[in-house]
């Protein structure tokens, strides 16, 4: 049972976007603005694509964005590619365990 | 650009320790906070904890009796032994550079370890 909730899949077409979700708490997500968000490929490490809600580190296309409203934060793809399939990850810092939480993954998948 | 490398342990007995090296290079070890988190085959990814250049550590609580996390600066390395393994800690183990535990930036590739006698 992960700490935060992510849908486990989702799926577009090449072109299009896609939002994945990331529901929390307000001990997580809501209550702090360390939201971040992972892209895995198959066997490899996983790489970070947004950092405290919506910054990009250098050399993350910017087709990646991402919000958060409440206890949820969202990531959004835009113009996806082949290459954007892959597993993303959710994470928020916790607070209580001075460390973030993950959420379970969603399954991006490009038609 | 700072790389991590984990060291591979591979084949761990069920009640014996694991022990993990990660080796930092290009970048200094100060400011951050290096990180183990692992990967149970098919599932998310889980924080054990973290070290930080001082020397404070802190641990998920479902570990906390099990994990040790320690660094040697002179070396750039940091370092997790965990106690008394069983199946459930089969996974991929990755070191990262944890930014005030909020997140990590770096990560090492990853090393698979399987426990079984």
């Known amino acids: 049972q992960s700490a935060l909730t992510q849908p486990p899949s989702a799926s577009g077409s090449p072109g299009q976007s896609v939002a994945i979700s990331c529901t929390g708490t307000?001990?997580?997500?809501?209550?702090?603005?360390?939201v971040s968000w992972y892209q895995q490929h198959p066997g490899k490490a996983p790489k970070l694509m947004i950092y405290?809600?919506?910054k990009r580190p250098s050399g993350v296309p910017d087709r990646f964005s991402a919000s958060k409203s409440g206890n949820t934060a969202s990531l959004t793809v835009s113009g996806l590619q082949a290459e954007d399939e892959a597993d993303y990850y959710c994470s928020s810092f916790a607070g209580t365990n001075k460390f973030a939480v993950f959420g379970g993954g969603t399954k991006l998948t490009v038609l | 650009q700072v790389q991590l490398q984990e060291s591979d342990p591979g084949l761990v007995k069920p009640s014996e320790t694991l022990s993990l090296t990660c080796t930092v290079s290009?970048?200094?070890?100060?400011?951050?906070?290096w990180s183990w988190i692992r990967q149970p085959p098919g599932k998310g990814l889980e924080w054990i904890g973290y070290?930080?250049?001082?020397?404070?550590?802190e641990y998920i609580p479902s570990l906390m009796s099990r994990a040790t996390i320690s660094i040697d600066t002179s070396k750039n390395q940091f370092s997790l032994r965990l106690i008394s393994v069983t199946a459930a800690d089969a996974a991929v183990y990755y070191c990262?550079?944890?930014?005030?535990?909020?997140?990590?930036?770096?990560w090492g590739q990853g090393t698979l370890v399987t426990v079984s006698s």
């Open positions: 990262a550079r944890g930014v005030f535990g909020a997140y990590c930036d770096s």
């Open positions: 070290i930080t250049y001082s020397g404070t550590t």
């Open positions: 307000s001990s997580d997500v809501g209550g702090y603005n360390y």
């Open positions: 405290e809600v919506t």
């Open positions: 290009g970048g200094s070890m100060r400011s951050y906070y």
